[in-house]
């Protein structure tokens, strides 16, 4: 017999098209099985980020994570803080805190495996085919990182970050292909500039790091200080056609890739990282059509998991946690912290992003736990 204890609202869209969604209520089971534990989510961070996740959700299998109960539809994926509230699981207890992967829901069960003080893996058996990363659950009683006041940076840019810094690792590895310069769109993107402060960190680094961005986004891009140049999409060709470069596309514009292939004559490496240009034509669209070197997919997941292997975990921990906990302390200077509760700020706030419409010093904090307008 099922045995419930409320319903659970989560957030969910159209699989083929985004713009469609809608909010849909169903009944929290009580009655886990056995090793499993029940999540309230506390909170998420909404970014271009996740409106990534959708759009190659079906090719990289993001709808996966969090399936819907209606098979066209699907949750979108968020990085955020949970508490657990029943568990099933000896060695998690309930009124744990933690930080992972998560639907844009208030609710989520997962699995708890290889427990340690540091977190655990979900082992929930569709969960097994993903990278590692997006089964690590961090647990924060005894995370010597964790400062209660910075949970929202840890959800809006501590997964953009660690793809930012082991694309940044990769570059210098090959000695950022012995280019003069770094192009790097949709440089307002909280990856881009996790990038762009890493770079601009690297004293062994010679290469010019340029970001291209939206005349809107021109004035703000240039007050971070992590660019040596930026400049409009449409001013691009102000560059010299010369010039050597790598090209990390974040944009997923096929229109900027395209110019940019035309334009320049000597691209030694290219990238694509992101797809926050929506309603342009997609990079992947005309990857087929370029020339050599085409573009690849920097998939972070799989990046992390060899430098782990390479440094072992406590190795890529030290190193990472270095740069993270700098970076936090330059995002003070610009960012603007917007948290929200309930359904009509959820609406507004993922229309705005999806649109293109948010404001580039702004990060999103949302929770569907309160005001159920």
């Known amino acids: 017999m099922l045995t419930t204890i409320g319903n659970a609202t989560d957030f969910i869209v159209h699989r083929k098209d985004p713009s469609q969604y809608k909010f849909v209520s169903t009944e929290i089971d009580a009655d886990l099985k056995s090793d499993q534990v029940l999540l309230k989510v506390d909170k998420f961070a909404l970014t271009a980020n996740n409106i990534s996740y959708a759009l190659v959700g ?8 969090f399936p819907a109960a209606e098979e066209a539809w699907g949750r979108i994926p968020a990085w955020g803080f949970a508490e657990v509230v029943r568990s099933k699981k000896d060695s998690v207890a309930e009124g744990d805190r933690l930080f992972g992967f998560v639907p844009m829901s208030t609710h989520l069960i997962l699995q708890p495996d290889i427990v340690s003080q540091e977190g655990f893996i979900d082992a929930s058996l569709h969960r097994s085919k993903f990278p590692p990363l997006y089964n690590q659950y961090q647990l924060l009683k005894h995370n010597s990182l964790y400062v209660p006041e910075q949970e929202d940076l840890w959800a809006l840019f501590w997964p953009l970050f660690m793809s930012a810094f082991v694309l940044n690792e990769f570059l210098n590895e090959n000695n950022f292909f012995d280019t003069q310069a770094i192009l790097i769109s949709s440089a307002s993107s909280k990856t881009a500039i996790g990038l762009a402060f890493l770079l601009s960190q690297n004293q062994n680094s010679q290469c010019e790091v340029i970001g291209l ?3 809107r986004n021109l004035s703000f891009v240039e007050s971070l ?3 040596n140049q930026v400049l409009t999409y449409d ?8 010039l050597s470069v790598v090209y990390v596309d974040i944009a997923g514009d096929g229109d900027v890739l395209s110019t940019l292939y035309n334009y320049f004559h000597n691209i030694s490496y290219s990238c694509l990282l992101g797809a926050t240009h929506r309603k342009r034509r997609s990079s992947l669209e005309i990857n087929s059509i370029l020339s050599d070197p085409r573009p ?3 998939f972070a ?10 440094l072992g975990v406590n190795g890529f921990h030290k190193i990472f946690s270095h740069s993270w906990s700098q970076f936090l302390l330059s995002l003070s200077e610009w960012i603007q912290i ?5 359904k009509t700020i959820i609406e507004k706030t993922y229309l705005d992003i999806l649109a293109g419409r948010s404001k580039p010093n702004q990060g999103h904090i949302l929770s569907l736990q309160k005001g159920e307008h």
């Open 301 to 310: 997941p799989e990046e992390i998991q060899k430098r782990v292997q390479q």
């Open 235 to 242: 001013q691009m060709q102000l560059l010299p056609s010369n």
């Open 338 to 342: 917007v948290s929200s509760t309930g």
């Open 296 to 298: 690849t997919f920097f």
């Open 58 to 65: 079906e090719a990289l299998g993001y709808w996966d994570f």
């Open 213 to 215: 961005t939206s005349s």
């Open 225 to 227: 200080g992590y660019y």
